[in-house]
């Protein structure tokens, strides 16, 4: 069968979020090497990445309030148009010389903050963009499209660009966002959702109304929960990843980048793979089928020492974390109503996102004490528990929730969950 096409409002709407990501991949590491000219204090160092983490879990479900309240396609341009003159800013602090840590750490958290209303609202955008058969395709090309220019081209460029100037990152980045706001008002205007919600309820009320849609909803819960209990065991990974890699796989410091281009290049294959996999085998038993490699995969990495099966197991695994990722959020655009969708995408976020912190710091702790070996193989087995449970629990022949509330009127009402 001929798959649905994706359509001009889509590569308008891809080309916006790969240019925003490679910004983010210039960014990020372009920070922490402006904060190492300023300190050595490794806590003030670490205060600006946490000033970066901390916004999706303090406003994520107000980011899907009034990405639901408001207009998506022109919310996401201001947001852009925001962060370009934040980041602009700081561009300009740095080539007078007028740069501190306590600005880095509020240029992180104002550009986090300001991310967490963009993404859930190009979350709930997609779907009034791109036909319902095509989201796992439309969500693995956003995937492949943001490991190229993350891993491939933002990260590498950002060093060079640092030490050509100091503030060349960082104007570089708030044209990006300039970019992908143009971008984001070439899309055709979206009509009025029914169901939306009026802005004169309580806030408070409309983000708890997304956290009990997603509770209430089986399927989406039990994805939701094994979501976040494999972030657990991936931000456990993350944490120890590189001193594992030269330690234990003795992977030559030289080398390291190669290393890690492998499971760029596994994250890239599994994007553009997402929407063949799903159109195969349905996007429930596909995701089960996902879990099931990455536990393979990583066990194998936990088993390794040697650099070459080591990097093919973490390019299999990150294959998989780049499947799941999009399959995850097509199930939640395929059978949300549209005027809740800014709400369960942040709620989904924020729950599978609480594991995260947990995670790495356990395993830093573990590390410390133990050495990294042991962590990777408790971390594996964490991923291995996760992977049973969620065979059992995601089952595919549950009922769909497409069977829950999809008139104007049920979608408007606080609290109401899918009859199942």
């Known amino acids: 069968m001929t798959a649905p096409p994706l359509g001009r409002d889509y590569r308008l709407l891809w080309s916006a979020a790969v240019s925003s990501r490679l910004g983010d991949a210039l960014r990020t590491p372009a920070l922490a090497l402006l904060a190492a000219t300023l300190t050595r204090d490794p806590r003030v160092i670490a205060a600006v990445t946490v000033a970066g983490q901390l916004p999706p879990l303090l406003f994520g479900l107000l980011g899907g309030v009034y990405a639901d309240r408001w207009d998506r396609r022109r919310t996401m341009a201001v947001v852009d148009g925001l962060r370009a003159a934040v980041i602009g800013a700081l561009a300009l602090a740095v080539a007078l010389d007028r740069a501190n840590v306590a600005a880095l750490v509020t240029v992180a958290f104002l550009l986090a903050a300001l991310g967490t209303l963009f993404d859930a609202a190009s979350f709930a955008m997609l779907p009034s963009v791109v036909p319902p058969a095509a989201l796992p395709r439309a969500n693995g090309r956003l995937q492949a499209g943001s490991a190229v220019a993350g891993g491939f081209l933002g990260t590498p460029a950002a060093g060079v660009l640092f030490a050509l100037a100091a503030p060349l990152p960082f104007a570089v980045d708030a044209l ?245």
Do not use: K
Not at 225 to 249: C, E, K, P, Q, R
Not at 301 to 307: D, M, N
Not at 389 to 415: C, D, E, F
């Open 176 to 420: 990006t966002f300039l970019c992908a706001a143009l971008l984001t008002l070439a899309l055709r205007p979206v009509p009025s959702r029914p169901g939306a919600s009026p802005g004169r309820r309580s806030v408070w009320r409309e983000g708890v109304e997304g956290v009990r849609w997603v509770r209430g909803d089986a399927m989406l819960w039990r994805l939701t929960v094994a979501t976040a209990g494999s972030n657990l065991a991936i931000s456990g990974l993350m944490a120890v990843l590189v001193l594992y890699a030269l330690d234990v796989l003795r992977v030559p410091p030289a080398g390291y980048g190669l290393f890690a281009a492998g499971a760029l290049l596994g994250g890239l294959a599994g994007g553009l793979g997402a929407g063949r996999l799903a159109a195969r085998l349905g996007t429930v038993p596909a995701l089960r089928v996902v879990l099931a490699g990455q536990a393979v995969a990583l066990t194998g990495l936990a088993l390794a020492r040697h650099p070459v099966p080591g990097g093919l197991a973490l390019a299999v695994f990150a294959a998989g974390t780049t499947v799941w990722n999009g399959l995850w959020a097509s199930y939640g655009q395929r059978h949300v109503p549209p005027a809740l969708l800014g709400r369960v995408g942040a709620a989904q976020r924020m729950v599978g996102l609480l594991t995260a912190p947990v995670g790495a710091t356990l395993a830093g702790m573990a590390g410390a004490a133990y050495g990294v070996g042991p962590v990777a193989a408790a971390v594996a087995g964490v991923f291995v528990l996760v992977t049973l449970a969620a065979w059992r629990t995601l089952q595919p022949a549950a009922p769909a929730p497409a069977a829950g509330p999809t008139s104007a009127a049920t979608a408007a009402r606080p609290g109401r969950r899918p009859s199942r």
